[in-house]
């Protein structure tokens, strides 16, 4: 018997009126994870009516002391349930479960922990100000929660990225719908038990499954109660829900796509950066909005790059998830095995020369229906080639050759994406020449992935518009409201 993933509404697991399910399969195997009840216009609409009520309800009135401990309280309870996200995160992605249980599950919880710091400890601007007839006034800024929060989800790392917004959302006092990518429906619809078991109030934490276009997702982000949207994934997604936003004025947060450029120079550690490189290219099978598609290296090292690069790729041994010798998992669908390998193609039609990979791997009997695909090096395309331009999202990267700063500065900031970049250089005035010059929202420096929540995070050009993180996630997930009074 199929298990059934449900929606989430008013505190609720819910069926949908339509009786519309699909199938979700997992990726490493394509055996059945579980029967999704896909949310229509009813639904959505019943968990918007019931985010809006609990606003109004004893969620609006806990003070920011009394919110935040029932949040921490929510932070224990996942790590008590730790296994359960694990088991649900991995059938649904497939990824490692080394990755997922030191980055997604870990981070899913300190998501929350974060965000009540950060509220506790905000504060708002005062002035006082002496009036016409001599008497005085002070204004102060009030932070207000914003209202009803829809959250459209992607699927690379479903918990860690759903809890990046749901944790300011919530511990700033809105209530939250939240649409999972239709690939990864599990750990947001198990969360919904874990908010009843710490007594978060009904209606706070709601989840509407489905798709985008003419389903869940559009009918929310439709939605005239809805008073803002909080979007991570593709970049003519976030255009459509920048459309939506635009009815009824309301305020939109994209994270968006990326073609992100490592730039290893001559001096740098090797060692290190190769590692590093390594790990931006093909963790999480290359799914992952910061990753690597375009590195450059300077041409004294390039072969020597080149070389080592291929090695660590070829040595990525692919399997299930809770095999310790498991390297790399298989990507997240048939849909987006597709797509990369197409892309694969193109490299090859565009006359890559395929240093390593290319297409999919050679696996046992038990894993062949997955959704394999080698990890891929190309060099040999001019900056114009598709590969080296269009955001590919999978395990795969072209390695060009530079000589001068300008000249890589040139070439990786002609790019319509700019969301991450990786500097590798001993030479730290030229990495902070860089960091200044190239057009990011990102920038590590001999690193990559290395995360303080409280720092500002999001695109520039087409990777997106706003910034989360620490304090600049309480500027969309709240209002300033100024009150002045004379006395
Ligand atoms: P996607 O844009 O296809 O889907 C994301 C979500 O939007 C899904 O839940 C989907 O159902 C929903 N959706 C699709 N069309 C919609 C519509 N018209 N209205 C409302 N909702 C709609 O992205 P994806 O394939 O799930 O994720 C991969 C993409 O996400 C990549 O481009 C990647 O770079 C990007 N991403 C960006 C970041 C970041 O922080 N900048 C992080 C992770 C992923
Ligand atoms: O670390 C984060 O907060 C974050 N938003 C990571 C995004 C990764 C993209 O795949």
Redesign the pocket.
Same mark, same amino acid.
């Given at each position: 018997m199929s298990k059934d993933i449900l929606n989430f509404i008013n505190g609720e697991y819910v069926k949908n009126a339509s009786g519309r399910t699909y199938e979700k399969r997992n990726p490493v195997d394509d055996s059945l994870v579980g029967l999704v009840h896909e949310a229509g216009k009813p639904e959505v609409d019943a968990a918007v009516a019931a985010a809006r009520a609990a606003l109004r309800g004893p969620w609006g009135r806990l003070s920011v002391a009394e919110r935040c401990a029932m949040l921490d309280g929510l932070v224990a309870e996942i790590n008590h349930r730790f296994d359960d996200f694990l088991q649900a995160e991995i059938a649904d992605t497939g990824k490692p479960a080394h990755l997922a249980s030191h980055v997604d599950i870990p981070r899913g919880a300190a998501n929350f922990q974060v965000f009540t710091d950060t509220i506790k400890n905000a504060s708002t601007e005062s002035f006082e100000m002496r009036t016409p007839d001599g008497k005085t006034a002070r204004s102060y800024g009030v932070r207000v929660p914003r209202g009803v929060i829809a959250i459209?989800? @992607?699927?690379? *790392?479903p918990l860690l990225?759903m809890t990046w917004k749901a944790g300011p959302a919530l511990a700033c006092g809105n209530t939250v719908v939240v649409? @999972?990518? =239709? &690939?990864t429906p599990s750990t947001a619809t198990l969360l919904g038990e874990v908010m009843n078991k710490v007594g978060v109030p009904k209606g706070v934490y709601n989840v509407v499954n $489905? /798709? +985008?276009?003419d389903? &869940?997702? &559009?009918f *929310? %982000?439709a939605h005239p109660h809805v008073n803002g949207i909080t /979007? %991570? $994934? =593709?970049?003519? %997604? $976030?255009a &459509?829900?920048m459309k939506?936003g635009a009815d009824g004025i309301r305020p939109v947060s994209l =994270? *968006? +796509? +990326?073609k992100n450029a490592a730039l290893v120079f001559a001096d740098c550690d090797f060692d290190n950066a190769v590692a590093t490189v390594t790990r931006s290219c093909f963790e999480n099978a290359g799914?992952?909005?910061?990753g690597t598609e375009r590195v450059y290296v300077q041409r004294p090292i390039f072969d020597k790059f080149v070389q080592a690069l291929k090695g660590q790729a070829e040595a990525m041994k692919p399997g299930r998830p809770f095999d310790k010798a498991t390297k790399i998992g298989p990507l997240v669908s048939k849909v987006?095995q597709k797509k990369v390998l197409g892309m694969y193609q193109k490299a090859k039609d565009e006359g890559a020369t395929i240093v390593t990979g290319g297409g999919i791997p050679d696996m046992p009997a038990d894993l062949k229906d997955g959704c394999w695909v080698q990890p891929t090096i190309w060099t040999g395309l001019p900056e114009t080639a598709t590969v080296v331009t269009e =955001?590919i999202?999978g395990p795969c990267c072209h390695i060009q050759p530079f000589d001068t700063e300008d000249e890589v500065l040139n070439m990786v900031n002609a790019n319509r994406y700019g969301?991450a970049t990786s500097i590798h250089t001993q030479d730290i005035s030229r990495a902070m020449r860089l960091a200044a010059a190239i057009e990011v929202g990102l920038c590590w420096i001999n690193s990559w992935f290395l995360r303080d929540l409280r720092t500002p995070? $999001?695109?520039s050009k087409q990777?997106?518009i706003g910034r989360e993180g620490g304090l600049h996630s309480l500027e969309f997930y709240t209002e300033l409201r100024n009150v002045m009074v004379k006395y």
């Open positions: 459209i989800c @992607p699927w690379n *790392l990225l649409k @999972p990518s =239709e &690939a $489905g /798709f +985008g276009v389903s &869940a997702g &559009a *929310l %982000t /979007f %991570t $994934g =593709e970049t003519k %997604t $976030g &459509a829900i939506a =994270e *968006l +796509g +990326g799914q992952v909005c910061l987006h =955001e999202f969301l995070f $999001g695109g990777s997106g």
